[in-house]
């Protein structure tokens, strides 16, 4: 495993690529958690699993009562918005199914008023938005504010109108919605991802 340490001077925030190989353990042995009384495997998604768009899926953090759906997925990356180390059943996981992660640590906090690093969203908007890592899922811890906001930066790149992008982020977040969240991707500026593709449910500009 090769892990390559990139620093921004300006947010002081980080990435953390690491490259994940195929390993030599066999891990596709199912558990008997994932099967029903007649012996049939059944698939649980992380906690606020969606499609974002074709090849880009979001969610809370994966389990291992999540790992049979997943595989199914047919993930070649993920990116993940936490700070903390990847749990060691999650990383020998990608390394059985040679899945590439991409982690940005994003702090966790309960501040209404904390800055958001914006510098640390694009280099993970450029992660999601090269096709090479597809299919991509990005989580953080519940799937609600760090997700929701690179979701919501990347429906402004897609150019879908304000309205849309709050929508989408509240029906995540539910109670736990911020302002601070909404604030910022209403100020983020897409203008540097123009040669990013439109979405089809983009609508008009603001």
Request: glycine share 4%.
């Amino acid at each position: 495993m090769k892990v390559d340490q990139e620093h921004n001077q300006q947010e002081h925030e980080s990435c953390r690529t690491i490259e994940i190989v195929q390993s030599k353990s066999n891990l596709s042995t199912l558990s008997i958690d994932n099967l029903d009384s007649n012996g049939d495997e059944y698939y649980t998604p992380p906690l606020n699993f969606s499609m974002i768009d074709n090849g880009i899926f979001r969610s809370g953090f994966p389990d291992t009562v999540n790992f049979s759906f997943i595989k199914t997925l047919g993930l070649r990356s993920i990116v993940y918005l936490c700070p903390e180390p990847y749990p060691v059943h999650n990383v020998e996981f990608l390394k059985a199914n040679r899945i590439h992660l991409f982690q940005f640590g994003i702090e966790g906090t309960k501040e209404p008023f904390v800055n958001i690093p914006e510098m640390t969203i694009r280099e993970a908007l450029k992660v999601v938005l090269d096709v090479n890592n597809h299919p991509l899922l990005i989580h953080c811890k519940r799937g609600k504010h760090r997700t929701g906001c690179v979701v919501g930066c990347l429906r402004k790149i897609q150019r879908w109108c304000l309205t849309s992008i709050f929508d989408e982020y509240q029906r995540f977040a539910a109670a736990k919605a911020r302002i601070s969240d909404q604030r910022f991707m209403e100020l983020f500026d897409a203008s540097g991802f123009k040669d990013a593709p439109t979405s089809p449910c983009s609508c008009s500009k603001r």
